[in-house]
């Protein structure tokens, strides 16, 4: 927490993925508000380390949000 970095894991995207990847595992009706939950509890993250990709700022949930809109 002091550092203020999140390492998300998978469940978070990189700004660069345009899908959600390989979904087989996932509770695709609980992701969204875990999603929801993590930019909650985790507000002041700076940092946000995906599972793949670049790491990146609180924008990478916000782009995780947006691709399980689709």
């Not at 959600?20 to 009706?29: C, E, F, P, R």
């Amino acid at each position: 927490p002091a550092s203020k970095v999140l390492f998300a894991g998978c469940m978070v995207k990189a700004l660069g993925q345009n899908n959600l990847g390989s979904t087989a595992d996932a509770d695709l009706q609980a992701w969204p508000s875990s999603v929801a939950n993590i930019l909650y509890r985790y507000s002041d993250a700076q940092i946000v380390v995906p599972g793949h990709g670049e790491t990146g700022t609180k924008e990478l949930i916000s782009h995780t949000q947006a691709l399980l809109e689709k």
